[in-house]
């Protein structure tokens, strides 16, 4: 995979040292919107082509578009790649709203391309490891899961400086950004919810925080996230003969535990929390290299499902995004 990363932000900082690391992926280039980060940027990491516009980045010779912007630019940027003839990671939020997310999958279709959401929950050890302890814990009837951290930029927000994070001008939000981990974390386990509710905490037009309930046949589903408070940051599986909790967020999931009724406690940790990119990007590197389709396609339909709850919740929330228009 030769890869041109679209955004020079936290992410990509945090990232870059760990793609470095990863077999058969080279980064070919960096897109920001600050020359003199991007070219720090590649400088501090051998890379040969930085730069403040896309059709130099696509001319550089890469064939995957990496999209890690602020989530209001998640669809043009998508778009014009698809339109190229460029495979697709793009960082979670897939897109605004369900609609965009549609277009984009249907795009994607159209041209027998690639186009992956980077959520790295569901490409982790531990969360494969959830997957097969869940028939030791018998009938599932209560699910919590929480992703609350206090964020550095909510000081600014109350103060009245908008980061992107915060602005419904630009697709924020407690839900958009932290809660859509839960989601997948559920969803990924146990498919579509037969309803679901937002309850937020709305501050200037926007989710500062909220719970998410997602009724299932048996059991409830209480997806929680904060950027306006600290919390215990974790998930709960209950069942009638057990539980499963992890020990972080759903982001990272960390060592798992399944502790059983009649005593049986056992445990297991992938080791990947601090390096949660690789086992994701390993997984579209294959299924891209051996043309992957039928993968592609159901980590697309997840990624449809999360965005249709996810829109459809937040709409009925009363929190609008320009793309809603």
């Known amino acids: 995979m030769k890869l041109g990363i679209v955004g020079a932000g936290t992410i990509v900082k945090e990232y870059l040292p760990y ?79 369900y609609t965009e997310v549609e277009y984009l999958v249907n795009l994607a279709k159209s041209r027998r391309l ?11 050890g531990s969360y494969y490891k959830i997957k097969e302890w ?34 419904p001008e630009k697709s924020g939000g407690a ?10 974390f559920v969803m990924g386990l146990f498919g579509n919810p037969d309803s679901a509710k937002y309850y937020a905490n709305i501050e200037k037009g926007i989710d500062t925080s909220g719970v998410l309930i997602m009724e299932y046949p048996s059991f409830v589903a209480t997806c929680m996230a904060a950027k306006d408070s600290n919390g215990l940051s974790c998930s709960v599986i ?55 389709y039928d993968f592609c396609y159901r980590m697309l339909d997840e990624s449809l499902a999360v965005s249709r709850v996810m829109t459809k919740a937040r709409l009925e929330a009363g929190i609008y995004f320009p793309a809603d228009k």
Do not use: W
Request: net charge negative; charged share 25%; hydrophobic share 40%.
């Open 19 to 97: 793609m470095k690391r990863i077999e058969n992926l080279e980064v070919s280039g960096i897109l920001g919107t600050r020359p003199d980060a991007v070219i720090k940027f590649c400088e501090d990491y051998g890379i040969y082509c930085a730069t403040t516009d896309f059709n130099e980045l696509c001319a550089c010779g890469i064939d995957t578009v990496y999209v890690a912007v602020p989530n209001h630019l998640h669809f043009e940027y998508c778009r014009k790649a698809l339109q190229r003839g460029l495979n697709v990671i793009v960082e979670k939020p897939f897109a605004s709203n």
């Open 114 to 124: 690639f186009i992956f959401e980077a959520v790295t929950t569901l490409y982790m």
């Open 134 to 167: 869940l028939a030791k814990i018998g009938t599932i009837k209560m699910i919590q899961s929480n992703f609350s951290q206090y964020s550095r930029r909510y000081d600014a927000f109350r103060s009245g400086k908008i980061m992107p994070v915060f602005d």
């Open 175 to 184: 839900l958009m950004d932290l809660n859509c981990y839960n989601l997948h």
């Open 238 to 292: 209950q069942g009638t003969e057990g539980i499963i909790k992890t020990a972080c967020s759903p982001s990272m999931i960390g060592s798992v535990t399944l502790k059983l009724n009649d005593g049986t406690v056992e445990e297991y940790d992938d080791g990947m929390a601090k390096t949660r990119l690789i086992p994701e990007f390993n997984a579209f590197i294959r299924a891209i290299h051996e043309k992957d």
